[in-house]
């Protein structure tokens, strides 16, 4: 599984657009780029999903440069119910089905 | 949106006694798995399941861990005699199809487990 870097935390305000980097220097050719979102007491909740370029879904944005040694995660007008942990996983199929979290970047909006 | 169940919420024990964790999958996914995460640490992976069997297993899935699928819409996690560093929040996922990295896994509430 390709190691992965992101911020430990974030502050934003409510209404504000949110991105969050994650590194990932030694992805392989068949991984995936996968964001998870996580409330307190709760499971982590799928977010987004990409391999290359730019994936937009009705929650956030994925944008995946060329080499795709990073990703960033953009979470549009966030609100404070966006207060959560995310992760940013990479891995293909040969993964096997491990999923393997780090630590996550703690976003925190404000009012 | 289809959700994954998990009862119950909390489970309180005493340290040496069995625990059973409950754990509906959405109906159609056939892949399982169990992940804990430890108050104020990463989420970790336990143990995935297809056909009726173990696929994987990380370290932490010792002999005191066990998973069965009794019937067909139940998937359970038992710990034969708990130990105080057992106390986490356990996670139950499921997903349509292997391969977790490129699959969507859905995540249930989690079980709160405190070993007194």
């Known amino acids: 599984l390709a190691k992965t870097t992101q911020p430990i935390s974030m502050d934003s305000y409510e209404g504000q657009e949110v991105n969050i980097t994650c590194s990932h220097n030694n992805i392989a050719t068949n991984d995936y780029i996968t964001w998870y979102q996580q409330f307190p007491s709760q499971g982590p909740r799928f977010i987004i999903q990409g391999y290359k370029t730019k994936v937009t879904n009705e929650v956030a944005s994925l944008f995946i440069p060329a080499d795709r040694k990073s990703s960033t995660l953009s979470l549009p007008r966030v609100s404070l119910s966006d207060t959560a942990v995310y992760y940013c996983?990479?891995?293909?199929?040969?993964?096997?089905?491990?999923?393997?979290f780090g630590g996550g970047t703690r976003l925190m909006v404000k009012p | 949106e289809p959700e994954v169940t998990q009862t119950p919420s909390h489970q309180v024990t005493q340290m040496g006694q069995e625990v059973i964790l409950r754990c509906v999958p959405i109906?159609?996914?056939?892949?399982f798995y169990w992940y804990r995460q430890i108050l104020g640490q990463k989420v970790e992976f336990l143990v995935s399941?297809?056909?009726?069997?173990?696929?994987?297993k990380s370290e932490i899935f010792d002999d005191q861990f066990s998973v069965e699928r009794p019937d067909g819409s139940n998937f359970t996690l038992k710990i034969r005699s708990t130990k105080l560093e057992d106390s986490a929040m356990y996670f139950c996922?499921?997903?349509?199809?292997?391969?977790?990295?490129?699959?969507?896994?859905?995540f249930g509430s989690g079980t709160q487990l405190s070993v007194l």
């Open positions: 996922a499921s997903s349509g199809r292997q391969g977790a990295l490129s699959e969507k896994l859905f």
């Open positions: 399941f297809y056909n009726n069997e173990i696929s994987e």
């Open positions: 996983l990479v891995g293909g199929d040969n993964a096997g089905n491990m999923l393997t």
């Open positions: 109906s159609n996914h056939l892949y």
